[in-house]
């Protein structure tokens, strides 16, 4: 099986896609320049203008084009090039392709995707923040947010073909990251987590890049004989939590590790489901690792202060074992 990065197995799904006529991509230098992070390069050049669109800098109108096309028939594709602007788009997200299906009765679907990513790289407090329980709050919408390339070219695929609007977070930080991906079209089911890592004293629940920094404090741990069990969620809305459940049953402790700040967010949603289905399997309190409480700071220092890192996941963990 080929070994190939995120950024290859996206565009591979892609390709994939548009060999449905109905599937185009709209976004912002998604064209002559091939995406911000070169996902879409080559794309104008093999499928032209009509189906690979450069937009101008206006995410309400290319979110709002892709819900008019989506409702009369087509598979539209939306880049925002960062979660960060995302925020411009959320009428159109929130009371518009989260509400048609509904308000229509069941008789009229918004078969949509919008790409964007999250992620740091001292890109200071207004690009670099984390959204994803925005969109995991609000009924209506799927939110995606895959790990590995395997998943990301499968997942990606079946966001594509899926009848509602679907929120696809890739992470900028993941798109040399590598694995194996078949060559073969295939799809992952939305909606279903999966076990990342097997062990049997704590569990950790994460997705997206969090699971990789999972993977390296446990092989920490490993050293000193403590077996850490991974769950990768991979979609946030609608919530698998089945295969944490179970896992959190075996360990009877847990770790939630997200990338967003803690207050009101995605491991306060996890958490919460942990203690209601699984209280009588509890042994420790449950803990989270996530982003400090302020605005990302620009410094390089103080950035690395902020952003979850493996040392402060291998302390929750030790601490959590205590």
């Known amino acids: 099986m080929p070994v190939i990065t995120v950024r290859e197995a996206l565009r591979h799904a892609l390709h994939e896609a548009m060999q449905d006529e109905r599937v185009f991509i709209i976004g912002e230098d998604i064209g002559h320049y091939g ?39 087509m598979r539209p594709i939306a880049e925002i090039m960062s979660v960060n602007f995302s925020l411009l788009a959320f009428d159109m997200l ?51 947010a895959p790990a590995t390339p395997y998943d990301m070219k499968g997942m990606l695929k079946a966001a594509i073909e899926d009848p509602d609007p679907v929120v696809f977070i890739e992470h900028t930080l993941m798109y040399t990251v590598k ?72 360990t009877n402790r847990a770790v939630v590790v997200t ?27 449950i803990a989270r690792v996530n982003f400090r409480e302020v605005p990302m700071p620009y410094s390089k220092n103080l950035e690395l202060q902020t952003v979850v890192t493996v040392d402060r996941i291998v302390q929750a963990i030790r601490k959590t074992l205590s």
């Open 94 to 144: 929130f009371n518009h392709a989260a509400k048609i299906y509904a308000m229509f009765g069941g008789q009229m679907t918004v078969p949509m995707v919008l790409r964007t990513t999250n992620g740091w790289t001292q890109l200071s407090a207004t690009h670099s923040q984390s959204f994803d329980v925005y969109f995991a709050h609000m009924p209506g919408l799927k939110v995606v």
């Open 179 to 250: 694995g194996e991906v078949p060559e073969e079209s295939y799809t992952v089911p939305l909606g279903k987590a999966r076990l990342a890592r097997e062990g049997r004293d704590i569990t950790v629940v994460t997705y997206s890049r969090m699971v990789h920094l999972s993977q390296q404090a446990a092989d920490i741990l490993a050293r000193d004989g403590i077996e850490v069990e991974i769950v990768d969620l991979r979609t946030l809305r609608p919530l698998d939590m089945s295969v944490a459940l179970e896992s959190f049953k075996k």
């Open 259 to 285: 990338e967003d700040w803690q207050s009101f967010g995605t491991s306060a949603e996890i958490a919460a489901r942990l203690y209601e289905h699984g209280f009588d399997y509890l042994d420790a309190p």
């Open 35 to 73: 995406s911000t992070y070169g996902v879409t390069a080559g794309f104008l050049e093999q499928y032209g203008p009509e189906r690979i669109r450069d937009a101008p800098i206006a995410e309400s109108g290319i979110v709002g084009i892709a819900i008019g096309a989506a409702m009369v028939g």
